[in-house]
């Protein structure tokens, strides 16, 4: 009975090359020295003991509420920003709009596609604070930071989408001589609008997490209520604001889980 | 009836004749136009700010001085020896992003199975027990928990008792993306087709052959697939999460940035982009391979 597999295929050099990889990275750790800190074990016991029960008084659910809602709401900005942004940049970074133009379409797509990927290549928080460096710390500091990375992420996918558009009902409609404008607004988009729906709002649940973490920088929300919390030690505070940072996240997964289910089907 | 309630009864029937997608957009434009008055409405937004022409002094300063060209020293990124120096935590950052993802991917890959509900009731041809049942709602559970908190604040809580380099960044990446990982995978594994388990099955094959020869030749695939690509997710943020658990460039970038060494700062920026970009071609070359077979 043959149990290992003897033959190495392209496939299993690369797991075997992972799991090689996985061992390195776990040797390179000091695992000799303090690894846990002087102190580190009581506040690991304190942190678990908090959880039972965490902090349910009606002043701090009201804080928790009011957290949630600015960052939801955070969220809620920093992905219209993204849309408006990305979606523009998308249609021009797919080239659809220069198909039977004159114009050379090569350079524009590759510099909007460089566009986009330079926005999405740097994380929203190292945006923020290179934001607050150059506007000062403001509400719209922190959207504009969410707003740029997301809507690189969103061109890019919004590119992809119209870029893999069946092509006969394009044909058809730039046969009857419409515009290029008319063919994407009646051609294009009503073609790619569920899936760009539907990846619109899986991207909505990341910004929430983002919109969440943007108190590094002093935006208010459950991030900065976080911070406060674990600053003075109350970690019962800590645990009722990632139960409401969850159940956030929980509602708007189910809400679009439900929506991609209704537009794909 | 008060005209209250006719008003209620009107909205209902409208609502129950939209479809669950249009009722969706509806109720999203109004959030939008409640979270913007909420943001801008209180006049603190900094909204205005950005009409001024002081801002855009500004951020032109800004730039100069994160090109250098403000100031007569040599700029960070015109000296070999800073490159030498940074290069080292570009390597750190580099190994904790490595160990990130090994700590999801073992993670991940010692729960998966039980988070795939056709494993736990018996549609892949296994035995349904209360174990397996009980298993997949504390894994499923686990895995909501640590994907719906965010990585920052994971290390925020694990720079509590861990002392502070390398692990502990890696240790809240790992949580966050074991949960991502692991949920994709499971709902691979929901997607089999059962047909070669249950065939497995009928053959002889025990609960470890079906696992075995069944469900991992279908699902391992998908599971490299997402490893690799929450990888290029996990080099853009383990810079933010070093900002709090000192660990590689991100540390460096706060402390040069709020030193005002601004060119140094470009100096990490270059390193990051680097990275982020080198991460992504070596992934997707990886993903290829994947792909072929």
Known sequence: MKFWPVILTRHRILLLLLVLVFAWSLFSVNWSGSIIHTGGRSSFLKLWLS???????????????????????????????????????????????????????????IVFRGLLAGMRAVHELVWAVVLVVAIGLSPVAGIIALGIPYAGILGRIYAELLQSTPRAPIDALSQ???????????????????????????????????????????????????????????????????L???????????WSTRIRRSLLA | MS?????????????????????SLFLFGIFIIVSWGFIFLPG?????????????????IFILRLTGTESDLTPAFFQVDRWIETSKLAYQTLVMSILAMAIAGIGAFLTMVWAARN??????????????????????????????????????????FLSPGILPGALALGLHNLGIVGRLTAEVIENLDPASSVSLRSAGASNSQILMYGIMPQ??????????????????????????????????????????????????LIWYLLMVIGVDVLSSWLRKIVDAD
């Not at chain 1, 949630?68 to 920093?78: C, N, Q, R, Y």
């Open chain 2, 219 to 268: 699902a391992m695939p998908h599971f490299i697939t997402y490893l690799l690509y929450r990888w290029e997710v996990v080099i853009r943020t383990t810079v933010v999460v070093g900002f709090v658990s000192a660990g590689g460039l991100g540390r460096e970038f706060i402390l040069r940035l709020n030193w005002f060494h601004y060119t140094d700062v470009t100096l990490i």
């Open chain 1, 176 to 242: 009857t001589g419409a515009s290029q404008l008319k063919i994407l607004f009646y051609g294009y988009i009503p073609a790619v609008l569920p899936d760009m729906l539907s990846y619109t709002f899986y991207r909505f649940e990341c910004s929430i997490r983002a919109a969440a973490i943007l108190s590094f920088i002093g935006i208010q929300g459950l991030g900065y209520q976080i911070q406060l919390s674990l600053h003075d030690l109350l970690f019962d505070q800590v645990w009722t604001l990632l």
């Open chain 1, 51 to 109: 959880l039972f029960p965490p902090d349910l008084s009606l002043g701090f659910l009201l804080i928790a509420s009011k957290a949630t809602w600015t960052t939801f709401t955070f969220a809620v900005m920093g992905i219209v920003l993204a849309i408006t942004l990305g979606l523009p940049m998308g249609v021009i970074a797919s080239g659809i709009l220069f198909e039977r133009s004159s114009v050379n379409r090569v350079p524009i797509i």
């Open chain 2, 119 to 160: 494993v736990s009731n018996g549609d892949l041809g296994g035995v349904p027990s209360r174990f397996g049942n009980v298993m997949y709602y504390l894994v499923r559970a686990n895995y909501i928990v640590s994907r719906a908190v965010p990585e920052l604040v994971w290390a925020m809580i694990i720079v509590f």
């Open chain 2, 3 to 23: 005209k209250f309630a006719l008003i209620v009864i009107a909205t209902n029937n409208t609502l129950r004749h939209m479809s669950f997608t249009k009722g």
């Open chain 2, 44 to 60: 603190d937004s900094g909204f205005v700010e950005l009409f001024r022409l002081e801002t855009w002094t500004n951020i032109k």
């Open chain 1, 244 to 254: 409401f940072l969850i159940l956030l996240i929980v509602l708007v997964d189910l």
